[in-house]
């Protein structure tokens, strides 16, 4: 899993955030089998397939998270899909850096946020987000890369 930003201008950007990296693992009745190595190299062959370059990126930190946010921002984005796990109910850290980026974000979550715990059904991403995929599995990522080939061809 890369945890070094690799930015360059027109790559879309894949973030995930805490506990991601426990896919498979960590409750798949939830969130499914699918690992986020696996998810990450699907999405590698997808965006080969449209012409897209991809990075994907996951840490445990926000703050780490944030620094990769802002190398984005400084580099430039095609677009931003991001999991943004716990951090979505909690981080208005995460909304700010995100807010700076003038590229499309598409907010993922593998599991239908609204039809868990009521702790769960606010996100500070979407507000700021072009669009967010929820309950869909790891099939929202490919819907979220979809999404942005469609405004970035």
């Not at 070094?4 to 955030?17: D, E, F, K």
């Not at 499914?32 to 990075?55: C, H, P, W």
């Not at 796990?85 to 974000?105: E, K, Y």
Request: contains cysteine; negative net charge.
């Amino acid at each position: 899993m890369n945890t070094q930003a690799q930015i360059t201008p027109g790559m879309i950007h894949v973030i995930n955030g805490p506990n991601l990296n426990m896919l498979g693992k960590r409750e798949p009745d939830i969130y499914g089998a699918f690992t986020l190595d696996q998810i990450n190299r699907e999405l590698k062959v997808r965006a080969d397939a449209l012409g897209l370059s991809l990075d994907s990126f996951q840490s445990n930190h926000e703050g780490e998270i944030l620094d990769y946010i802002h190398a984005v921002f400084e580099q430039g984005s095609a677009g931003v899909i991001i999991n943004p796990g716990a951090l979505t109910h909690t981080s208005v850290a995460l909304r700010d850096a995100l807010s700076m980026l003038s590229c499309p974000i598409v907010e993922v979550h593998l599991s239908n946020i609204h039809k868990r715990e009521t702790f769960r059904h606010t996100s500070m991403i979407a507000g700021i987000a072009t669009g967010q995929l929820t309950g869909f599995g790891h099939y929202g990522y490919h819907m979220a890369l979809d999404f942005l080939h469609s405004l970035v061809g």
